[in-house]
Nanobody, 127 residues
Framework: QVQLVESGGGLVQAGGSLRLSCAASGRTFSSYPMGWFRQAPGLEREFVAAISWSGGTTYYSDSVKGRFTISRDNAKNTVYLQMNSLKPEDTAVYYC????????????????????WGQGTQVTVSS
């Protein structure tokens, strides 16, 4: 079992920055890939970024590439999402997710690829 707790959300003006954190507990953090997703009202949950178990490989959606950076600190059991140059369309609830699987090599970019989720943190970007 894995427990995930996000933090760092809030209200920011367009062009500003936020850093989200996701603290994990319950299983060896360094053994599984992690992802960030977001969901705006009335829309489906969408992929934002993902990172391999070692941190050596990262993936981003086209909408955030160049503005967001995913990273992890396995010693602190935490994954981060640094968000710069924020836009009003980035407004959503942001969720972190973990994939516990026999194969830790696969890094999914769809919600179906993850089996543990945090409760979410609200990010609101004002224009």
């Amino acid at each position: 079992q894995v427990q995930l707790v996000e933090s760092g959300g809030g209200l920011v003006q367009a062009g500003g920055s936020l850093r989200l954190s996701c603290a994990a507990s319950g299983r060896t953090f360094s053994s599984y890939p992690m992802g960030w997703f977001r969901q705006a009202p009335g829309l489906e949950r969408e992929f934002v970024a993902a990172i391999s178990w070692s941190g050596g490989t990262t993936y981003y959606s086209d909408s955030v590439k160049g503005r967001f950076t995913i990273s992890r600190d396995n010693a602190k059991n935490t994954v981060y999402l640094q968000m710069n140059s924020l836009k009003p369309e980035d407004t959503a609830v942001y969720y972190c997710a973990a994939r516990l699987s026999v194969s830790r090599v696969v890094v999914p970019t769809t919600p179906e690829g993850y089996n543990y989720w945090g409760q979410g943190t609200q990010v609101t970007v004002s224009s």
